[in-house]
């Protein structure tokens, strides 16, 4: 029977000072060009979910200040379609910190730039592992949540983890 390698031992204790979750705000824009979209007119829904991991990296990435990667998406709501034409607007940040991973939330917006409408079209919540040098699990900063809805999403995630963790469990079993 093969051994597998051993994980170096996590530091007990997490990185200091904390971060504030405006450190990791982040807000992309781009234009909905005919290349993105169905033959319908409308982004396709697997452009809209590539958009989402990367407006989500980007938020890890400055929480933790190193590179991170994708664990798990919780799910994806497509509310409205986005015309092409029209303006793809994400705006993510980190919802709760744990040892070595966080739970990024990203919401997504489409605006008409003629008429400045402005319509919620996703939402998704995406967990990220902050990752050292070596490609292993590193800790994360804590999230210093300071307005009454960074803590409403920060216990949210907490709930959210418990559903990940039990799902996870049971998929094991």
Known sequence: MKSSPQRPNLPAERPSPGRSVSASRTEMIEVVLPQDANPLGYILGGRVMHLIDIAGAIAMHRHCHSPAVTASVDHVDFRNPIRVGELIILESQVNRAFHT???????????????????????AFLTFVAIDENRQPRPVPPLLVKTAEERRRYREAGERRKVRLAAGAKRRR
């Open 101 to 123: 991973s966080a739970e990024v939330g990203v919401e997504v917006f489409s605006e008409n730039y003629l008429n400045g409408e402005r319509k919620h079209t996703t939402s």
